[in-house]
């Protein structure tokens, strides 16, 4: 089984300033891992993925995340925000192989950007 | 480009009704699921569906059942609405793991 943990949930920032969203999972298997963003009454949306290879992923709106296996943390990072960036953001691992390619979730970082 | 859409978008449901949530993708996935979103809750798995023809219980199942009509369609019934299940729903496919999964816009249900 999975678990994902944010320990944010609300995040305020002012515009133009660096932002960390932090997610850490448990996981008995390999995963991959994924951040989403929901922005008011809408569905959700990849912003990017963790599957191999390089540690830092980029994604979009200028988002990134850093994967370090030792601390199971996938933080999610952006160097500089907008007032369109506010919205909801959820962490997500996927098992790799089998385990019936479910999505688990953390329980998501409301990110509020203010002038 | 459709990607996933589900009906209705707005429900508003007596205590004891039934209705049926309607999920279909046009991207020819073998994998569907089933979502809520409560506050504070992020998204549970209610159900899924790992291709055409089989389905499996997640987190939240009780309360709930489904149907894989065909691999487009996959529906989520509510046999008898309680309040417990205000919730908004979200339909949602992929083609394998590790590839991205998309989710339809949501269903937002009420049950009084």
């Known amino acids: 089984a999975q678990s994902v943990t944010q320990l944010d949930s609300q995040v305020p920032v002012f515009e133009e300033a660096p932002v960390e969203l932090r997610c850490n999972y448990s996981s008995s298997v390999s995963v991959y891992l994924f951040w989403y963003v929901q922005y008011p009454n809408q569905g959700l949306q990849l912003l990017l993925k963790y599957l191999s290879g390089s540690t830092l992923v980029k994604g979009i709106n200028g988002f990134e995340a850093e994967f370090n296996k030792s601390q199971t943390s996938f933080h999610l990072r952006k160097p500089s925000v907008h007032i369109s960036d506010t919205a909801e953001y959820f962490c997500?691992?996927?098992?790799?192989?089998?385990?019936?390619?479910?999505?688990?979730f953390g329980t998501g970082t409301q990110l509020k950007v203010e002038l | 480009n459709a990607g996933v859409t589900q009906t209705p978008k707005f429900q508003v449901l007596k205590t004891g009704q039934s209705m049926t949530l309607q999920c279909a993708q046009d991207?020819?996935?073998?994998?569907m699921y089933w979502y809520r979103q409560d506050p504070g809750m992020g998204l549970r798995l209610i159900y899924y569906?790992?291709?055409?023809?089989?389905?499996d219980k997640g987190e939240v199942p009780n309360g709930y059942n489904v149907s894989r009509l065909n691999k487009r369609e996959f529906s989520l019934r509510l046999e008898s609405a309680a309040p417990s299940q205000t919730s908004v729903y979200f339909c949602?496919?992929?083609?394998?793991?590790?590839?991205?999964?998309?989710f339809g816009e949501g269903s937002w249900l009420t049950v009084v």
């Open positions: 991207m020819n996935h073998n994998s």
């Open positions: 997500a691992v996927n098992p790799r192989g089998g385990g019936g390619n479910k999505l688990t």
């Open positions: 569906s790992a291709s055409e023809g089989t389905t």
């Open positions: 949602a496919s992929n083609g394998r793991s590790g590839n991205t999964i998309y």
